[in-house]
């Protein structure tokens, strides 16, 4: 957390064995957050982890590779919002396949991408939907 004055409760949503959280460690518009500038906003980032189990039943999680993004959605992003996005993240990573690619399109998450309640196309990102 850093030193602003900007508050955010980290947010972990766990299904299957994948945890994504979501945090708040400083950044903004245009790399660290510049309370100084009235244009930048501070801005969530989500990670990804994977639990393994290890031979003696005991478990631990694991950050996954290339599975942390800054968001385009802001610290003030509701928590069904949040939620909804956690859970598109989880399908991106629940697959065999390589998942980076899916996940640099979800940063680009947006406030925009939730003005609906029906699907629409992420902006920025034509090919994506929420």
Request: aromatic share 12%; charged share 30%.
């Amino acid at each position: 957390m850093s030193d602003y004055n900007v508050s955010f409760v980290e947010v972990e949503l766990i299904w299957k064995s994948m945890r994504v959280t979501w945090e708040w460690i400083g950044e903004g518009n245009e790399g660290d957050y510049n309370p100084d500038d009235p244009e930048d906003t501070p801005l969530l980032r989500f990670s990804c982890d994977h639990y393994i189990i290890t031979d003696d039943g005991d478990g631990y999680w694991e950050g996954m590779e290339d599975a942390s993004y800054c968001t385009q959605l802001p610290v003030d992003t509701p928590m069904r919002h949040l939620v909804k996005a956690a859970g598109i993240i989880m399908e991106a990573i629940d697959t065999d396949s390589s998942y980076k690619r899916e996940l640099e399109h979800l940063s680009w998450f947006c406030p925009e991408d939730f003005d609906k309640p029906e699907k629409k196309p992420m902006a920025a990102q034509p090919n994506l939907t929420i």
